[in-house]
């Protein structure tokens, strides 16, 4: 499929060490991958869901301790330990190659070698970046193809340019104690072995997306950022986009793709999903940040989804699906999972593969009860959502009229408020953090700091990273605006007080109008903060504008309590801390103060 020298010398390299019997390059078409897919259900890597119900849908289980993402096995490999950083797990490039070829050694043996190339972003786009991944597994190759752009188109693009992402995945024998998500940012490589699940062995997700991307974009002068991309259509017609950070648990997927309350549907307003995970970001010509969304397809958390929490998520799976980890409902060839509905399926097969008693299910022990993993998924076509944006597909991206960060916060946080500037809302991405709930393991509360939502996924130090959005800002002459959002303020009683969901489209309009110089904002000790009746509360229960003074109200204990954990979490980073955001936290804690 290629003559370029620099992409067969590395397969040829790589098929000595993991010795297939055979090689098989992926060329996109349908006619492969449903060859592909009949070959997974023989073997039963893969089952077919009713064809009525969930046409070209399947069911994948992954080995019981091969579930997630494995933060404590993933690493950054630089030559010099203090360029991954304090925040990553590090090992020496070389220790790494030779301590991991002894676990690839032949572990092709017997089966076929797909040979995938893909790109990040619209084929030939000046966004877009080309990798090629080496797997053993007709379940990565059907994931790939939904998640990633596959063809001959890629290799023409690439050329006889050397400049790819080189991605080795062998599922080995999914043994936990020898499993590891290798990076090599310097080198262009990326390795994994000894797992099958999504976010360790779809090595253009987070592994490219993200950890080798802003690895690239800091080198580049451009913005890697794990962000959906959102936009909101005005009654005429005009389109606005913002870009949303979100830690884990906060509802990024549910504002991606959310539903306008009805209040606002009346009046001809819509909502665009452009992506909901990752954000590339670059300065265009007219001096805007523009952001593209490098993927093709959503890898969506089931558990909790349904036509209430994200209708427009549901739809994605009704077709060209592949679920992992989910419940097996056998008396129609369906697929179940907690929080779909409360019909629980009377005769069903778990995730692990056996009979499931859904009387025994205990909230408590969900890993051990639930017909669903708790982060069991579904890979799914962008092209099947709803609300895709006609943009989706536009070499050039959007444009940005603001930047949001959010995160989980009882009591510290407002419901929204701006920065004074880039460079302090640069910081306060920096010092984003959720509270942990009831559900997360450990003790209620505890507060994890995830700057830009990219602890787990920089690919380099973490003060690097910051002051390359420093840099960024010094070269956009037209920035967008940054914010911060926070949709889960509690009363006393520990109820909720904001309503969340689709109603989260009130303060993103707010933000716009912000944006627009429309409304005026009240200065704070932490920024700038909405004038309650500015927020509109049409059609809200319950909701008055005194609802809205306490979700804006800052309490300067709390606040003051946070430097103190910030101060802490920036020791931790280490000594790349850019001296402005110390500028800034000194600013916080004199405001707070006053």
Not at 352 to 376: F, L, M, Q, R
Request: aromatic letters at 10%; glycine letters at 8%; charged letters at 25%.
């Amino acid at each position: 499929m290629t003559q370029n020298k620099a992409v067969l010398s590395w397969i040829d390299e790589m098929k000595a060490l993991v010795e297939p019997k055979d090689i098989l390059w992926i060329d996109g078409s349908e006619k492969q991958a449903d060859a592909l897919r009949k070959i997974a259900c023989a073997s039963g890597e893969l089952e077919a869901l009713n064809p009525e119900k969930f046409p070209n849908c399947y069911l994948h289980r992954t080995a019981v301790n091969d579930v997630a993402r494995v933060e404590g096995r993933t690493f950054i490999c630089t030559r010099k330990k203090e360029d991954a950083g304090n925040i990553n797990n590090w090992m020496d490039p070389v220790e790494c190659y030779e301590k991991l070829s002894k676990l690839y050694k032949g572990s092709y043996r017997g089966k076929t070698m797909y040979v995938i190339p893909y790109s990040m972003g619209v084929v030939g786009s000046s966004f877009s970046k080309i990798g090629i991944e080496l797997t053993d597994s007709i379940y990565v190759v059907l994931n790939m193809l939904i998640m990633t752009r596959v063809g001959p188109e890629v290799l023409e693009a690439l050329g006889d340019n050397p400049d790819f992402v080189k991605g080795l995945h062998a599922t080995a024998n999914c043994d936990a104690e020898n499993r590891y998500i290798c990076h090599f940012p310097e080198d262009n490589t990326i390795w994994s072995v000894n797992s099958a699940y999504g976010g360790n062995v779809l090595l253009g997700k987070k592994c490219f997306a993200l950890r080798i991307a802003s690895y690239l974009g800091r080198k580049e002068g451009w913005m890697a950022e794990h962000m959906l991309i959102l936009g909101i259509e005005f009654p005429n017609g005009e389109i606005k986009y913002v870009s949303a950070a979100f830690p884990s648990a906060c509802g990024k997927t549910n504002l991606a793709m959310m539903i306008p309350p009805e209040v606002y549907k009346k009046k001809g307003y819509k909502v665009w999903t452009v992506g909901d995970d990752i954000a590339w970001i670059r300065v265009g010509e007219d001096g805007r940040l523009w952001a593209m969304n490098p993927e093709n397809g959503f890898f969506g958390v089931a558990p909790g989804t349904n036509e209430h929490s994200n209708y427009n998520a549901l739809m994605t799976t009704k077709k060209n699906c592949i679920f992992t980890n989910v419940g097996h409902d056998l008396s129609d060839n369906t697929v179940w999972w907690e929080g779909l509905n409360d019909n629980p399926p009377k005769n069903a097969i778990n995730w692990k593969g056996e009979v499931w008693d859904y009387k025994k299910y205990d909230k408590a022990d969900k890993i051990n009860t639930s017909c669903a993993h708790p982060n069991s998924r579904f890979t799914a076509m962008a092209s099947n959502c709803p609300c895709l944006s006609s943009e989706f597909a536009s070499p050039k991206g959007v444009p940005l009229s603001a930047i949001i960060f959010g995160g989980r916060r009882a009591k510290t946080a407002p419901l929204v408020y701006e920065s004074r500037s880039w460079q302090h809302g640069a910081f306060v991405g920096s010092i984003m953090a959720s509270e942990t709930t009831a559900a997360a393991a450990g003790a209620l509360g505890v507060v994890r700091r995830d700057p830009m939502a990219m602890r787990p996924f920089v690919g380099y130090d973490m003060g690097d990273y910051w002051q390359h959005w420093l840099d960024m800002g010094k070269k956009i002459p037209n920035p967008p605006k940054i914010f911060h959002v926070n949709w889960f303020r509690t009363d006393d009683e520990g109820h909720f007080i904001w309503p969340g969901f689709g109603d989260n489209m009130r303060v993103v309009l707010w933000i716009l109008a912000r944006c627009a110089g429309k409304v005026d904002a009240v200065e704070s000790p932490i920024g700038y903060l909405p004038k309650p009746e500015d927020i509109n509360i049409e059609g809200l229960d319950g909701v008055t504008v005194d609802t809205i003074k306490e979700l804006v109200t800052i309490d300067r204990k709390s606040w003051l309590e946070d430097v103190e954990n910030i101060k802490e979490f920036y020791k931790q980073v280490g000594a790349r801390v850019p001296k402005e955001f110390y500028t800034e936290l000194e600013t916080l804690e004199t405001n707070l103060k006053a």
